[in-house]
């Protein structure tokens, strides 16, 4: 089993920053791929950025490609997403996401543990 547990959310201005973090315990060594997901009211949930573990490739959703980077701790207990200029539209929840089986770390892959999430409010 994989615990994640999401804080950093909060309400900012349009053009402004967060710094999400998502703190790993249990089989942490299972994963190969993190990633970070959200989902706003009404609307499906998005993939928004993954990350290989052991190799650091990582890989964006265009709405947020050149504003937000997903990094990892060295010893790979925290995943982060910092995310600059903000817009209204990046408001929801964001979900951190672990993966243990199959082939492949992009936002269209199947995830197997998830994370409560936090919220972000992103005013205009």
């Known amino acids: 089993q994989v615990q994640l547990v999401e804080s950093g959310g909060g309400s900012v201005q349009a053009g402004g920053s967060l710094r999400l973090s998502c703190a790993a315990s249990g089989s942490i060594d299972r994963p190969y791929c993190m990633g970070w997901f959200r989902q706003a009211p009404g609307r499906e949930r998005e993939g928004v950025a993954t990350?290989?573990?052991?190799?650091?490739?990582?890989y964006y959703a265009d709405s947020v490609k050149g504003r937000f980077t997903i990094s990892q701790d060295n010893g790979k207990k925290t995943l982060y997403l910092q995310m600059n200029s903000l817009k209204p539209e990046d408001s929801g929840s964001y979900y951190c996401?672990?993966?243990?089986?199959?082939?492949?770390?992009?936002?269209?892959?199947?995830?197997?543990?998830w994370g409560q999430g936090t919220q972000v409010t992103v005013s205009s």
């Open positions: 996401a672990a993966r243990v089986a199959g082939v492949g770390c992009f936002v269209n892959s199947q995830f197997n543990y």
């Open positions: 990350i290989y573990r052991y190799g650091g490739s990582t």
